[in-house]
């Protein structure tokens, strides 16, 4: 037996990793947690919606997670990024940036995605601060304020009457054309809805708190607040070089347990998943962990058939 054999390398060390890596550990499976701690979230003051941890800030939800995880001696954190992955199911080679190897029976990818550069004018000093993607994350610190939704389309008929159960008052920018249809654009004036077409010139702001969009027309939406559609992609091109398949959002294509098309590689988490929510990442990251630790069992157990034929 090769005691330098990773039972699982988790590529990746969010919720989703975090939680797996406590549910391999816990299974007495030998895990390497390779990540970077470069967390998408990391623009974020709090974690919500998370049952026990409403309202902490991601860097001490990490720094509870490892120190919990340390109690399992076969989990090991390395702060690196997987750079390459060879090999086959059962004996993938993982390269890392800085030159360290690993060799894992199984590969599980919980990176995530992160955002592309943000292109409207003062979105980034506001990002994280009073401007967000997801309002179960941040709807609740926002209710009954003044609020720009930024998005278009089909996106906006979706999330119109989403956020309307924290405000009421809230403007639709779609900083260009709105994609809509007669019906919709009738829709949103039923509702009282304004709506404003022209490209957004800029976001003023006061130290992260947003004051104002001001549009390319001269038109100026007084705001406290912004949920907007972020432009993602995948946290690593490493499920794509290997040949895993990805979906039309840019995600990592998975049956119900976590399985890639590629034997013997998972994923969980946002990566897997347009549920974007710690907790959800997290779930997904346990409920995977156990497929992959079913697996391995199933497949110890087989070879042990196999000796006493």
């Known amino acids: ?6 039972d699982v390398a988790i590529i990746g060390g969010g919720p989703a990793g ?17 990540d ?3 967390p998408r979230n990391a623009v974020t003051s709090e974690v919500h919606g998370f049952l026990t941890r409403d309202g902490i800030s991601p860097s001490e939800f990490r ?3 490892k120190g919990e995880i340390s109690a399992y001696p076969s989990v090991s954190f390395v702060a690196d990024t997987a750079v390459s992955i060879m090999g086959t199911d059962g004996r993938f080679q993982i390269e890392t940036e800085q030159g360290q190897s690993f060799t894992s029976k199984k590969i599980l990818f919980t990176v995530g995605m992160k955002d592309q550069p943000l292109s409207i004018p003062g979105l980034a000093e506001v990002y994280g601060k009073s401007a967000f993607v997801c309002p179960y994350c941040d709807g609740w610190e926002l209710r009954d304020q003044p609020l720009v939704i930024i998005t278009k389309g089909a996106m906006l008929m979706h999330f119109a009457p989403l956020i309307s159960g924290w405000t009421k008052h809230f403007t639709i920018c779609t900083n260009g054309p709105d994609e809509l249809t007669d019906a919709e654009r009738e829709e949103l004036l039923l509702n009282q809805v304004p709506l404003f077409d022209s490209p957004i010139r800029r976001i003023d702001s006061s130290d992260g ?29 490493l ?6 398949e ?8 998975v049956d119900e347990f976590g399985k890639t098309n590629i034997p013997g590689v998972y ?3 946002d990566a897997a998943s347009q549920m974007h929510q710690a907790i959800a990442a997290a779930s997904r990251g346990a409920l995977v962990a156990a497929v992959i630790n079913g697996n391995l069992n199933t497949e110890a157990w087989g070879k042990k058939d196999d000796r006493i034929k």
């Open 239 to 244: 499920p794509q070089t290997i040949g895993c």
């Open 36 to 38: 970077a701690g470069r």
């Open 1 to 6: 037996m090769d005691k330098k054999l990773l």
């Open 63 to 65: 720094r509870i997670a």
């Open 209 to 237: 708190i947003v004051r104002q969009v001001v549009l390319k027309d001269g038109t100026i939406v007084p705001c406290t607040g912004i949920f907007f559609k972020p432009n993602l992609i995948i946290g690593s091109d």
């Open 246 to 253: 990805i979906t039309e959002w840019g995600g990592i294509v």
């Open 18 to 34: 975090l939680n797996a890596a406590l549910v391999l550990g816990r299974a007495r499976k030998k895990v390497a947690v390779i």
């Open 267 to 269: 994923s969980a988490g």
